[in-house]
């Protein structure tokens, strides 16, 4: 019964721990051209929504959001480097 009980409290431990943070569902599909125009109310919630800081003015703000959520566009270089390596 006992380890009934602390395995009960190691669950309610383990949801109080991961209750701040929740992984939103789907991932930001905002162009490079939307992000250096969307206003800062939006950058703010779309950085808080995935637990990241929004400190800083707008256009840091702004610069930090593309680079979390843009993909740099692949390059020749990036190609000739996976068919050298056989990927």
Known sequence: MES??????????????????????HYPKYSKSE???????KVDRLLSEYGLPAMGSV???RKFAMGAFLWPHSTSSTTIYLVASGL
């Open 35 to 41: 992000y250096e125009t969307m206003p800062e109310w």
């Open 59 to 61: 256009e840091q703000k």
């Open 4 to 25: 009934f009980t602390s395995a009960e409290g190691n669950d309610k431990q383990r949801k109080e721990a991961t209750a701040f943070f929740q992984m939103p569902l």
